[in-house]
């Protein structure tokens, strides 16, 4: 009978370190998209600065496009990679999508910007990209708020 209650609880204990385990590869593996992008959105945010000063407004529409093809591949690997069966899960994996849109909307502002063929219709989409800019925060607070209650309900920390 010990024997069986033993076997029983190393099966369980397995089974809940597999859960967490699988719980942080999944965290990890968004990390390692973010921060796979991090060189290009660099690049690109000192790139469409010097072009706004030179008023090359082509510049701009292609490194938007860019970037947008880029976040693009990454929110498309989110989409299609299934969430752990963990607690929190699903909610996690929402979280990323929307942290991944954000940024896309972000350089989809920049190509619009570029692509307008007025200085009114460029100052329109201005707006907007300095509206999507004050809500980055946001965005950013929300994809932590997310990840932390995640690693949380499953047991692990976020490396910092």
Known sequence: MLKKITVAAILLISI?????KDAFNYS?????????????????EDNVTRYVSAE????IAVA???MEKLVEV???EVKKAPAPDVKEGENFKEA???YFQYIKSMYTGYK?????????????VQQRIMELSRNKQAAITAMQTAQKKFADANG???EK
């Open 96 to 98: 990323c999508i929307k």
């Open 156 to 158: 692990f920390r976020i």
């Open 112 to 124: 619009e910007f570029g692509l307008a063929p007025t200085d009114t219709e460029r100052q329109a």
């Open 56 to 59: 090359q407004y082509d510049s």
């Open 28 to 44: 990890q593996d968004f990390v390692k998209k973010e921060t796979s992008l991090l060189a290009d959105i660099t690049a690109t």
């Open 74 to 76: 990454k929110l498309q």
């Open 16 to 20: 809940a370190s597999c859960k967490t």
């Open 64 to 66: 938007g496009e860019r």
